[in-house]
């Protein structure tokens, strides 16, 4: 059973105010986006494709030497929903996508695959979605019943409301932090280091 890693990566990420995008910024010794995308390479995910927007060949440089297929989003400023109708068109042939976001780049591919193996064991299943401490997080595996309704939000809508209201999410326990902590501000990434 397939299941595709979508990294959402096409957004101005205008709250950290860096010129030429957020996604490059360093996380550790590498570009966030660099970050997402090797974990989910290192998953079990049958391929990654990483959908770009603004800063598009920025972030095709910062990833460059990486085994993915680059979706170009040309309506990125219309908001994340362009972005996902994008990713799942081209992961149609799967039974299941990843859906990663580029600023979190703590999420490690211990935790997609505990996503992946849940969707293995229950393929019907409308999606699966990381908890910590009793809060749901990112990334969500969807399941292939879902693409069509995914596809069909607008602006900057993502998935989140689509699921709540939606019987057959699986919630995993996971001992993972990062699931919660994207990166919106240079505070974000401070903390996210360990800084005050």
């Known amino acids: 059973m397939s299941v595709a890693a979508i990294v959402l990566a096409a957004g101005r990420g205008a709250r950290f105010g860096a010129a030429r995008g957020k996604l490059l910024a360093d996380y550790r010794g590498c570009p966030l986006a660099r ?13 990654t494709i990483v959908v770009t927007g ?23 400023a219309s908001g994340v929903a362009s972005s996902l109708r994008v990713g799942l068109a081209r992961a ?26 849940a969707f293995e064991r229950a393929p019907a299943c409308a999606a699966v979605a990381p908890v910590y401490q009793g809060r749901r997080g990112n990334p969500v595996l969807l399941g292939g019943s879902l693409f ?26 996971v001992d993972d932090e990062s699931v919660l902590m994207d990166i919106d501000t240079r ?4 903390r996210a280091l360990g800084g005050a």
Do not use: W, Y
């Open 54 to 76: 603004h800063a598009r060949g920025d972030v095709e440089q910062a990833l460059a030497g990486l085994p993915v297929n680059f979706a170009h989003n040309p309506d990125f």
């Open 92 to 117: 149609a042939d799967c039974a299941g996508a990843l859906i990663l976001l580029a600023d979190m780049p703590g999420v490690g591919s211990a935790t997609l695959d505990l996503l992946i193996a």
């Open 148 to 173: 069509a309704s995914v596809a069909s939000l607008t602006g900057d809508e993502g998935a989140r409301g689509l699921l709540r209201a939606r019987d057959g999410v699986i919630e995993i326990a």
């Open 35 to 47: 970050c997402a995308v090797r974990a989910a390479l290192a998953s079990k995910a049958s391929k």
């Open 187 to 190: 505070e974000d990434l401070t």
